[in-house]
């Protein structure tokens, strides 16, 4: 049987795929929408996960949602 090996990525490398900011990263993974790894101090992500079509537009979705709730 073959196993795929993943290199895990930072999450500097993570906002940048995502196309996002650090602080958006941050309360998608408190919220569960981001699947994260803690590896000692550092915390980690797997690109394969990032890429799912239901995390495009996380930016817009906080936005959309402050909106909504401040008034």
Not at 44 to 52: A, D, G, K
Request: glycine share 8%; hydrophobic share 40%; aromatic share 10%.
């Amino acid at each position: 049987m073959t196993q795929l090996v993943e290199n895990l990525i930072g999450p500097a490398a993570a906002c940048h795929l995502l196309g996002i900011q650090s602080h958006t990263l941050l309360r998608a993974i408190n919220d569960g929408f981001i699947p994260a790894y803690r590896i000692g101090e550092s915390v980690r992500f797997r690109p394969s996960e990032l890429r799912h079509p239901a995390l495009t537009g996380l930016d817009e979705y906080y936005q959309a949602k402050a909106k909504y709730f401040a008034a």
